[in-house]
């Protein structure tokens, strides 16, 4: 069975910064693309930042220049660095990924972790 697991929300001023980690586990023979969606109260889920098994990467105009995403393969975990943080930043941050496992390709969502960016 596979699991994506987050960690690394908080509650922090703005200003700073969180570092999000997302580990991806069981029975999986490849990850095609991963990445990180959020969801403020009262708003549709929106993409953050997501990184192809090819490096390319692909960012919200709102978080260009602050955030980074990045990927351990060994570890089949992806963070996201999230520096100069604002409030709007406030949300539930979703790990996802679409990946080859053992009963095929399919897309996966993580629990979600909350971000609080106080003012």
């Known amino acids: 069975q596979v699991q994506l697991v987050e960690s690394g929300g908080g509650l922090v001023q703005a200003g700073g910064s969180l570092r999000l980690s997302c580990a991806a586990s069981?029975?999986?023979?490849?990850?095609?693309?991963i990445g990180w969606y959020r969801q403020a109260p009262g708003k549709q889920r929106e993409l953050v930042a997501r990184l192809s098994n090819a490096g390319s990467t692909n960012y919200a105009d709102s978080v260009k220049g602050r955030f980074t995403i990045s990927r351990d393969n060994a570890k089949n975990t992806v963070y996201l660095q999230m520096n100069s943080l604002k409030p709007e930043d406030t949300a539930v941050y979703y790990c996802?990924?679409?990946?080859?496992?053992?009963?095929?390709?399919?897309?996966?969502w993580g629990q979600g972790t909350q971000v609080t960016v106080s003012s």
């Open positions: 069981g029975s999986i023979f490849s990850i095609n693309l």
């Open positions: 996802n990924a679409e990946l080859h496992a053992w009963n095929g390709v399919g897309n996966y």
